[in-house]
């Protein structure tokens, strides 16, 4: 099955900065990679995804790369603030709605100093 | 769209007793919704995938005796924990996909914080 592997498992930056976290997954037949942001007390909640078939997406402070060779995906956001902090986890499946399951990585946990 | 909804947010119960959690798709039909676990501080872990009309399936490792899942319409999945112990205490998630929705993301309801003293 897939494994998921997510760094760092906290990571904590100065408002303004930008944070990376990245992830390998296992499966080479994956092909859709979802982030999700999950803030205290509350389910996760879908910020950005990519498909095997680009390299890379973004959506205003957020951004998505993907390597398919190498296996791994990397979520990048910019100008980051307070608002930010919460858990992110990153996932990767092989399959189409309806039918896939998410493998989830552990978790990084990004502090947003103001 | 794509809102997942789930009740209630938080439940305490008594050892011994049954505790039933609802999840909702909103505003979509789904054929298809899964269940989540997660323990303070770590990832989420699927224990079954239900689907309307049929049994669901359950991961391995979990008691389908023990976590009741009814799929019983299109816009309605329950999660019936039965005969709770601590142990089962964590934060309980559903998502739902819609139905022939082909490369849809998957929403997440807000979670169900279970509590067994």
């Known amino acids: 099955g897939e494994n998921v592997e997510q760094h760092p498992s906290t990571l904590s930056v100065q408002e303004g900065d930008s944070a990376v976290i990245k992830c390998t997954y296992s499966d080479s037949a994956s092909n859709y990679f979802p982030w999700y942001k999950q803030e205290l007390g509350k389910g996760p909640q879908l910020i950005i995804d990519?498909?095997?078939?680009?390299g890379e997406k973004k959506d205003q402070r957020i951004a998505v790369t993907l390597n398919k060779t190498a296996k791994h995906f990397s979520l990048h956001i910019t100008e980051t603030q307070p608002e930010d902090s919460a858990v992110y986890f990153c996932a990767a499946t092989f399959g189409r709605a309806g039918s896939y399951q998410l493998t989830f990585g552990k978790g990084t946990k990004l502090s947003v100093i103001p | 769209g794509a809102v997942v909804s789930q009740h209630p947010s938080r439940v305490i119960c008594k050892s011994g007793t049954s505790v039933k959690i609802e999840c909702r798709s909103l505003d979509f039909q789904a054929t298809t919704m899964f269940w989540y676990r997660q323990f303070p501080k770590q990832s989420l872990m699927l224990m079954a995938t239900s689907n309307e009309g049929s049994k669901a399936t359950y991961e391995q490792g979990v008691e389908k005796d023990k976590f009741l899942i009814n799929h019983a319409s299109l816009t309605l999945s329950t999660l019936t924990v039965t005969s709770a112990h601590p142990e089962d205490s964590s934060f309980y998630i559903c998502?739902?996909?819609?139905?022939?929705?082909?490369?849809?993301?998957?929403?997440f309801g807000n979670g169900t914080r279970l509590t067994v003293t």
């Open positions: 998502s739902a996909i819609p139905t022939g929705a082909y490369n849809s993301p998957l929403h």
């Open positions: 990519i498909r095997s078939n680009v």
